[in-house]
């Protein structure tokens, strides 16, 4: 069985610094690992994912994250926030090939973006 | 392209009533999710389809909660009766099904359907 913790529940920054998301998986097998992006009142929308080839993993809006397998880690960052980064962010491990029913959410991280 | 579309976005009932949700996945996308997000949690699988067929609804509540996919396309989730402890976002996602082994397939969401109950 697989999981994912986000190890913030919310993390607030100023505009114009960078931004770190913490998450840590744990998995039997080789994971595939996603960051999705919820804004109010709308759906879930991918920023990246890891599927097992580069370990830095660049998504939209300028994010990215680094699967470290020694320390069981794909955090994401952003060297510089934008006040229309502030939602909540999902952190998402999964494990089957062709079937995504594996698919683990973590519990969300929500960012504030100051002005 | 068109993203996964959902209906109703908004919806408050009485315990112990019915209600039932609708959602149109991306065209060609053989597999339909839906998720429940409770407030403050992530979201979890309800049951998953590949074409009209269920691939698991192991973490479906069948005493109360249904779900259908006529024709491998649209699907409707339906919950009968209510209650306080389902007020939660229903999301459907879709994916394509691969062809080949792929690791890590994108899942697209929808916007969901926010269920009160009271």
């Known amino acids: 069985a697989q999981s994912v913790t986000q190890l913030d529940s919310h993390v607030s920054v100023s505009e114009g610094t960078p931004v770190l998301l913490r998450c840590n998986y744990s998995s039997s097998y080789s994971p595939s690992l996603f960051w999705y992006v919820q804004h109010p009142n709308k759906g879930l929308q991918l920023l990246l994912k890891?599927?097992?080839?580069?370990?830095l993993v660049k998504g939209i809006n300028g994010f990215e994250a680094e699967f470290k397998k020694s320390e069981t880690s794909f955090h994401l960052t952003k060297p510089s926030a934008h006040m229309s980064d502030a939602a909540e962010y999902f952190c998402v491990v999964s494990t089957k090939q062709y079937n995504n029913n594996d698919m683990r959410f973590g519990a969300g991280t929500r960012l504030t973006v100051k002005p | 392209e068109a993203g996964v579309a959902q209906s109703p976005r908004y919806k408050i009932i009485e315990k112990r009533q019915s209600v039932a949700f609708w959602c149109n996945p991306i065209?060609?996308?053989?597999?339909l999710y839906w998720y429940q997000q409770i407030l403050g949690q992530g979201p979890k699988l309800l049951i998953q389809f590949q074409n009209n067929g269920v691939v698991d609804d192991s973490q479906l509540p069948k005493d109360r909660f249904s779900a259908e996919r006529l024709k491998g396309v649209d699907s409707t989730l339906k919950i009968q009766p209510a209650k306080l402890e389902d007020s939660a976002v229903y999301l459907c996602?879709?994916?394509?099904?691969?062809?080949?082994?792929?690791?890590?397939?994108?899942?697209?969401f929808g916007e969901g359907s926010w269920l009160t109950v009271v």
């Open positions: 065209s060609g996308h053989a597999t």
């Open positions: 996602a879709s994916s394509l099904l691969p062809r080949t082994p792929v690791f890590g397939n994108t899942i697209y």
């Open positions: 890891y599927t097992s080839a580069a370990t």
